[in-house]
């Protein structure tokens, strides 16, 4: 399996934080590599204090169900499938903001996540996070 | 940046001690710095031991997302964006009770958790604290 | 059994940090109760980050073994009694700095830890906590 | 008091895995700031990930104490004055390879952490990113 290498990771930083930057908005960025381990983070300054661990939530959250971390919050939910799931692996994040990485073949191989703005902004920076990946 | 000194932690300790010990209640009351890391602590006589953690975590909350924690509540409630949130940071407080302290330019150098009564009593001590940093 | 009140932590704090603002040293000062919790803490400007943690647990260590702390020293060194004692507890300090804080019948009602100045001054400076508090 | 920037942090580790990659070894490379939360993080290819952890806890062991991780080892060593203390704050590192950041007039801003390699490259390699700060 193709593993996601640092150069990988940083161009995935590089294209949120030049995203981010457009925007106006300051983020927490983080990639986790397949066996969710943090393979490379950066958290852009005045970025908020808080979102570093969400950042990186979203990201091993992401590889560790193969979702998008939005995908989570109706199952989660009350009266979802999987409540009480988000308490599971050290805290999962069941909103947006965490994407999976993918190689050509459509296997996951890490994930990124981003947190610092509104859920909308960091999910839309996720995505820009997990195109630059390929 | 200015830092939050000694002093002024002590003076936000006197001052949440005074006035509960005036409305009758007792309180857990804890000061962060910027850095999220603990300046001053006090427990009141007769103070809920449970609620030590609780005043700590609400400062680290207040200074890790720069807002009042009771502005976090609706945020992750039950159908709010942030649903989770509270799961990160090795547990936020999404109640009142904690408060961002600022300099007099307005930037976060630390942060106010009050813990022991009602959440509106808690809430009303953590501002009397904040006012007594100015 | 007495119980530590606010008022004897807040006097023990008062002396170590008049002392040692005395002999030029900055210092974390804390003081738990007879059940291990902490009832207060002041950190000195300046004083060393990674010394607030000792400080607790200096004081946790003082109280869990009503012992000064340098009297484990020995006991956990190679060859000694209680090798990796050090390892319980969520972790022990074995070096000087914590002290028990004893009521008039002779009765462990809790502890003062110091940390930040070298092994000497900080047990000096326990030591005039516990002086304070009787 | 200067902050430690994501442009510095960027540049530590761009140094750092520069000379690395011409050691011929793999590093994990993290830079913490003032407040010993992670600003920025590298996982080279192949790099141990076991290190991970290492040099993470390098740089915050670094800015906890503001000093190189390697001036606590004789001190937590058997017959140390401070043997024990690589068991607080979480667990320390007390060999080589965490260093501090100092802005320009010599006030602590952060650290770096370096681990992969032996000790002695560690060492070198975090003095490398600490060079690359000013």
New interface residues.
Partial sequence: MP?L??GT??AVIDAV?ARAAEMGVTSNVAVV?S?C?????????GA???????AI?KARTARLFDMNTEEL?PL???GGALVGL??TND?????GGGTPIRDAAGTVIGAVGVSGS??DDDTLLAGVGTAAAS
Same sequence: chains 1, 2, 3, 4.
């Fill in positions: 593993e290498t640092a990771a940083r934080v590599d066996g381990h943090l393979k490379a983070f950066l958290r852009m300054d908020i204090l808080g979102s570093m661990d969400v939530k919050g989660t939910a009350p988000e308490t805290g999962l994040v069941t909103f509104s859920v």
